[in-house]
């Protein structure tokens, strides 16, 4: 258990937010403990702070039940997860987006799509009065398109080269999606002195990242 153990509990997803989010946080002026590479997931001593180290879907929920105060975590991620969170600063990096793809020769009408995103997808569907089975898979979506299994698929989509490689088409862009720093609503009126300066120096720096270097 750490409630209560730390003066800020910070949630960080592995992978390529998580240098990001921790420069940013640093950049504003909180002091993070040092991350060592190893296994090692819970990094700080007690009374200062702590950062945890998650995986990128996991970080919303730590967040909205409170083990964590704050995180960083993909605006794809939110989409998904449904979480009840605070959402005050867009952070600007780790920029990618949500699309529909399919393989060039699926032109017909889509009944079955593959994701990893299947709340996004559903919600998506119903919005455009659409009725399509959803196929959740953990990895490599775009071999549901490659091999048949799925009509289309719903993936993030970073620069395309992947999708180039293997004869796929990014057919809609559905949501965009960059690094947001969130923050438990109880958190933030129990720990507000803390977190309220925090919320204003990452919102500028986010809007003139020239002055965070």
Known sequence: MIRGRYALVVALPKGRNFA????????AGLELPPVQNGRALLHGNEGGIAVLELRNHDVPTYVDLGIADVGVVGNDVLLESGRDVYEPVDLGTGACRLSLIRHPASSGPIRRIATKYPRFTAQVLRERGIVADIIELAGNVELAALTGLADAVVD???TGATLRAA?????EVLAHSTARFIVNRQSLKLKRDLLRPLIERLRANAHNPSTAS
Do not use: H, P, S, W
């Not at 990001?20 to 950049?27: E, I």
């Not at 004869?167 to 057919?171: A, D, M, N, R």
């Open 20 to 27: 990001d989010g921790y420069q940013a946080l640093t950049k």
């Open 167 to 171: 004869g796929l088409l990014e057919v």
């Open 156 to 158: 993030v989509v970073q």
